[in-house]
């Protein structure tokens, strides 16, 4: 599947390839802090977000979801959406972290659950004319 599953003019979603599902919420305009953007940005990225999180909740039924904002190498205000579980190889530690194990998932399909989300957002996008 395409890196970038979604795009408007404020936002984009795109896929980070990883053992577990993770999706990344970037803003269009290089906007270096989240209190910077406008109000419509903001909205914007945290109902996207909920979607996301809704969604990953439901189809994997993760044993938590994480969301993350840094931008120390990339200044440039971003999101990480990932569903978690107790046996994946980093669990309970964040992915950028020590690795635990060597991960014993049996997940869904991710293509599946990324084209979920693509149609959510576009019939989302829709609706709002």
């Known amino acids: 599947m395409e890196k970038i599953i979604y795009q408007n003019q404020l936002i984009k979603v795109e896929i980070e390839p990883f053992e577990i599902p993770w999706l990344k919420i970037f803003t269009i305009d290089r906007i270096k802090e989240f209190s910077e953007c406008s109000k419509k940005i903001q909205f914007e990225i945290l109902e996207v977000l909920n979607i996301i999180e809704i969604e990953m909740l439901e189809y994997f039924k993760p044993t938590k979801v994480n969301i993350a904002s840094f931008g120390n190498y990339v200044p440039h205000v971003h999101f990480h959406i990932q569903a978690r579980f107790e046996n994946d190889s980093f669990f309970p530690e964040p992915t950028w972290g020590k690795k635990q194990r060597e991960a014993k998932l049996k997940l869904l399909d991710f293509d599946i659950f ?16």
């Open 114 to 129: 990324y084209l979920n989300i693509k149609l959510k957002l576009e019939k989302r996008s829709l609706s709002n004319g």
